[in-house]
T-cell receptor, first 112, second 115 residues
Framework: TQLLEQSPQFLSIQEGENLTVYCNSS?????LQWYRQEPGEGPVLLVTVVTGGEVKKLKRLTFQFGDARKDSSLHITAAQPGDTGLYLC????????????FGAGTQVVVTP | EAGVTQFPSHSVIEKGQTVTLRCDPISGHDNLYWYRRVMGKEIKFLLHFVKESKQDESGMPNNRFLAERTGGTYSTLKVQPAELEDSGVYFCASSQTGTGTFGYTFGSGTRLTVV
């Protein structure tokens, strides 16, 4: 079983501050996805990274995939209240490409 | 395009009863997945369909769970008989490809409570 550990579990910050969420594993993933989930809804895909060392930017969100494809980070610049939500990382391996392994999530709260 | 639709959104049943969850994927998506999140745990994979065939059902907890996808369109997940530990949120997702490189579209989930 490949475990994806997310840290921190909970993060509360003020509007305008920056934050980073981490996703770590001892296993190698062929792709890693980041989702945001809000109460009563399903996870919504933010980004998919597939190449070691890859960096992707989505407005104020920056995603990085580790060189060894075992870890990833999500950095939010100048957080806004609309960024509040549960951030989930999920990885897929080449031998079970249809099966995502999810982390437990990081609950982010951005207060005005 | 319409998203992934799940029915019902909530279900409360007694232990020993049967419940059937339904998922309508995005039209044209051959890959359909079932996941669930039980209280306090991470979202876990149940199974993966490619069209009407089960590609991977390694996550199905036991033989009380039966998933079908007749005709390769919508899918149902039946729990019979339901046990208390089956309570949780059941998510369905679909994708055009199954390689994980394009991400999945999830439905809003069915919250199942077994009492």
């Amino acid at each position: 079983t490949q475990l994806l550990e997310q840290s921190p579990q909970f993060l509360s910050i003020q509007e305008g501050e920056n934050l980073t969420v981490y996703c770590n594993s001892s296993s190698v993933f062929s792709s890693l996805q980041w989702y945001r989930q809000e109460p009563g809804e399903g996870p919504v895909l933010l980004v998919t990274v597939v190449t070691g060392g890859e960096v992707k930017k989505l407005k104020r969100l920056t995603f990085q995939f580790g060189d060894a494809r075992k870890d990833s980070s999500l950095h939010i610049t100048a957080a806004q209240p609309g960024d509040t939500g549960l951030y989930l990382c999920a990885g897929a391996t080449t031998d079970s490409w249809g099966k995502l392994q999810f982390g437990a999530g990081t609950q982010v709260v951005v207060t005005p | 395009e319409a998203g992934v639709t799940q029915f019902p959104s909530h279900s409360v049943i007694e232990k020993g009863q049967t419940v059937t969850l339904r998922c309508d994927p995005i039209s044209g998506h051959d890959n359909l997945y079932w996941y669930r999140r039980v209280m306090g745990k991470e979202i876990k994979f149940l199974l993966h369909f490619v069209k009407e065939s089960k590609q991977d059902e390694s996550g199905m907890p036991n033989n009380r769970f039966l998933a079908e996808r007749t005709g390769g369109t919508y899918s149902t997940l039946k729990v019979q008989p339901a046990e208390l530990e089956d309570s949780g949120v059941y998510f369905c997702a679909s994708s055009q490809t199954g390689t994980g490189t394009f991400g999945y579209t999830f439905g809003s989930g069915t919250r199942l409570t077994v009492v």
